[in-house]
Every structure is written in structure tokens, then in C-alpha cells.
């Protein structure tokens, strides 16, 4: 943050005042001077004093509802390398990885006339060393994920068709 405030010459630091201080709030900006980016999506972590862990989480949430609705394919995301109390950077991960699907999430499986396709990020780019760790944390979220996705569906169905038995053979 501090580097692409230098290369926007104090933009960011000058925004901030316009960012509500509850964690999960965002702001986008638009066409800052020297930086590359077409927008920069500012988010709100919160007080410094009470940031904790459902403080990450919501502001995971509120930067992945904000992607969302900016029709957006292609992200970076620096929130993954915030230190949230005592957890490793892997937590981060994980939890990232489930607020992003749980925004993206969709049901519209029963609907006769659905929507076109909603916006989905193609490409995230993580500011993360690779390492094996990681990858397994990755790979878990993603598990995770696709797990409460099911979930959610089975939920959404009605009773005449999330019968037992097709719940058996979901399972």
C-alpha cells in the first residue's frame, strides 16, 4: 500500500478519509496517477485495536462482494498478507479463498429464465511465495469450498426434489 501510494503521489493516503472505518467497507478508485491498474479497491480493516479475526473475515467478504459487483476477471489481492493476531499466513489463505466463493456463490438452478452467467474472477494473483504449506492450504479451501457450495445447493432445493434418497446418492 505504502509503494502504490508513492507511485500514485499520496492518492491512497488522501482516499482513506473518504473509507468508513468499519472493517469490510470499500472504496474504489479510478485512474490513479502512475499506477498501471485500472481501479484500486481500497478495504477497511477496521480499528487497529479491535482487528481480529471476524474483523479479517468481513473485510475478506466485503472486498469479494465489491469484485463481485464490479464485474470483475482479473484481481490482486494483498489482503492474504495481513497479520491477523497470532495466525499464520495459511489462515488467511483459507479464509480469503471461503469469503470469495461464499460472494460468489449463486442458486439458480430452478429458475426457467436465468440470468446470463455472473461475474467471476478468471485470475487472482495472491503477493505469496509459493511454498507447500500454502498449496495445501489452498487446496483445502478450495475443498472446503466446494463442500459449503454443495451444501448450500442440497439447502436451496426443495423437499420434492432433495429427497432422502437423493441426498443419498448426493452423498
Do not use: M
Not at 481500497?42 to 468481513?58: I, K, P, Q, T
Not at 464485474?71 to 495466525?87: C, I, Q
Amino acid at each position: 500500500a505504502d509503494r502504490l501510494d508513492q507511485a500514485a503521489r499520496g492518492a491512497l493516503k488522501k482516499a482513506l478519509c473518504d473509507l468508513p472505518a468499519k472493517s469490510g467497507s470499500t472504496l474504489l478508485l479510478r485512474g490513479l496517477p502512475g499506477v498501471a491498474a485500472e481501479r484500486v479497491l481500497l478495504v477497511a480493516l477496521g480499528e487497529r485495536r479491535e482487528f481480529s479475526e471476524n474483523a479479517y473475515r468481513d473485510s475478506v467478504r466485503g472486498a469479494a462482494n465489491a469484485l463481485k459487483d464490479l464485474d470483475v476477471k482479473d484481481a490482486a489481492v494483498f489482503l492474504v498478507d495481513t497479520k491477523v493476531n497470532s495466525r499464520p499466513v495459511s489462515w488467511n489463505l483459507r479464509h480469503a479463498v471461503l469469503g470469495a466463493r461464499e460472494a460468489f456463490y449463486r442458486f439458480d438452478l430452478l429458475k426457467t429464465q436465468k440470468k446470463p452467467d455472473a461475474a467471476s474472477l478468471a485470475h487472482v494473483t495472491l503477493p505469496l511465495a509459493s511454498n507447500a504449506q500454502l498449496e495445501q492450504a489452498l487446496a483445502e479451501a478450495q475443498a472446503t469450498a466446494d463442500g459449503a457450495d454443495l451444501a448450500r445447493t442440497l439447502g436451496n432445493l426443495p423437499s420434492n426434489i432433495c429427497t432422502p434418497g437423493y441426498l443419498a446418492e448426493e452423498a
